[in-house]
């Protein structure tokens, strides 16, 4: 069965420094999603992302956070410079619809120090 | 935003218990209703959609009413496998989707 995948599955990174979360959604999936979790909290949106540009983000967003999809296969999620409440397990999603299932990949747990 | 609210639980139940698991809504216009399973420190799976006649998938049936903006997911013959956190999903057309807390279950032999 196709899947979303994610690199790293772990990254640590000093408060301050930026840091890039990696996917590869479907490949023939349309719209691209990042959600975080924070230990023990529910599951936020921040973003989503359809014929290569945002279509929707949440007020987590901020100009700290920013998205690319470089190539036609990667769509990645960048934060330029952290914060130790950014500490979280960062989920990748696609699907084909945009209203539909979503696939999510098995997450990037950040950590922010 | 408007939120999705659940009971967080713990339910802990013996194998072949039923149980239920409530979910309300705030945004009335909302159209699309899931429920996702999360285990720990997993990634959050679909386990059904919810639909407005109700519908059922084996041992899980999920229902919605739309008047009370209340869904519901009641999992009959609980197995071991079955604990998880069970994740209430909503979305308007076109948004992103909403997940609740989500409800704690533990089924013990």
């Known amino acids: 069965e196709p899947e979303v995948t994610q690199t790293p599955s772990h990254q640590v990174t000093q408060m301050g420094q930026e840091v890039i979360l990696r996917c590869v959604p479907i490949s023939n999936h349309l719209y691209f999603y990042w959600y975080r979790q924070i230990l023990g909290q529910k599951v936020e949106f921040l973003v989503s992302f359809y014929n290569n540009e945002i279509s929707e983000k949440s007020e987590i967003f901020d100009d700290q956070f920013s998205v690319e999809r470089p190539d036609g296969s990667n769509f990645t999620l960048k934060i330029r410079s952290t914060k130790l409440e950014d500490s979280a397990m960062y989920f990748c999603a696609s699907s084909v619809t945009g209203d539909e299932k979503l696939f999510f990949g098995s997450g990037t747990q950040l950590s922010v120090l | 935003r408007k939120e999705v609210e659940q009971d967080p639980g713990p339910f802990n139940v013996p194998e072949g218990a039923t149980v239920a698991f409530n979910c309300t809504y705030s945004?009335?216009?909302?159209?699309?209703f899931f429920w996702y399973r999360q285990d720990c420190r997993k990634e959050p799976k679909l386990l059904m959609s919810v639909y407005s006649s109700g519908n059922e998938d084996g041992r899980f049936t999920a229902q919605l009413n739309r008047a009370s903006q209340y869904i519901s997911l009641l999992i009959r013959d609980s197995k071991l496998s079955d604990s998880a956190t069970y994740l209430c999903v909503v979305n308007q057309a076109g948004t992103a989707l909403i997940f609740g807390k989500g409800t704690t279950l533990s089924v013990s032999s």
């Open positions: 945004n009335s216009a909302s159209q699309s």
